[in-house]
């Protein structure tokens, strides 16, 4: 996906470099609760691009109005398709909800890669911050789909080829130092962990755990970088 594919999505972001061609808007790739969670598609000029699925999340908060064609212009000028995704906000949904719906976008990707006219073997997984996190998550435990389901998206992977992401938290059991859980002093983000000022510092662990990167560390994980 090369080296210099992250910086120039931040030049994209800092100067501005102005609208990107072909927009997708509004793909539903899930539907749960009478609520709709979409994705947009900016497409590379020439067919069978890679793709980036960039998930938008600050604090495990995402909103439409937060898809950035300058950003995605950083990458269609390089022939990249960026897909930008918004997925369910904390405090109605928590982070291991989020997970299956940033699977379930890569998923949604995957199924509709020839109408995108995206190369499905070469499919990146970005984001900053929570955005960060969710990627490492979902990319940690992706799966190639389950074969028998009525469902044609959930018949798609939810694997991708390689992640780059900005700033992630990757571990909450030791957040900055051996031994510090933010979770234990009343984090602001308690609503997403699922977790109160008054939940017992046993599960409090549990639940750090299961929600930190650094847990999932595999052979198998895909090729990543974190800057």
Known sequence: MGKHLLPTAILGLVFGLGQAQDRVLDQIYLKRGGAAFTLDVFK?????APAVIWILSGGWYSKHEDINPDLAKAFTDRGITLVEV?????????????????????????????RFE?????????????????????????????????????????SVNAVGVLFPPTDFSN???AGIMPLAGGAIYLPAFGVTAQTPK???????????????LTPSFPPTIIV
């Open 86 to 114: 918004v997925h369910g906000s904390q405090p109605k949904y928590k982070i291991s909800e989020i997970i299956p719906m940033v699977r379930r976008a890569i998923r949604y990707v995957h199924a509709n890669a020839g």
């Open 202 to 216: 046993d599960e409090l662990d549990r639940v750090a755990r299961a929600l930190s990167p650094i847990n999932f």
């Open 175 to 177: 957040y900055g130092g």
């Open 44 to 48: 590379a000029a020439k067919p069978n």
């Open 118 to 158: 995206i190369d499905a073997n070469r499919i990146g997984l970005s984001g900053g911050s929570a955005g960060g996190q969710l990627s490492l998550m979902a990319a940690a435990t992706g799966d190639s789909g389950s074969a028998d389901s009525k469902d044609l998206v959930e018949r798609a992977s939810s």
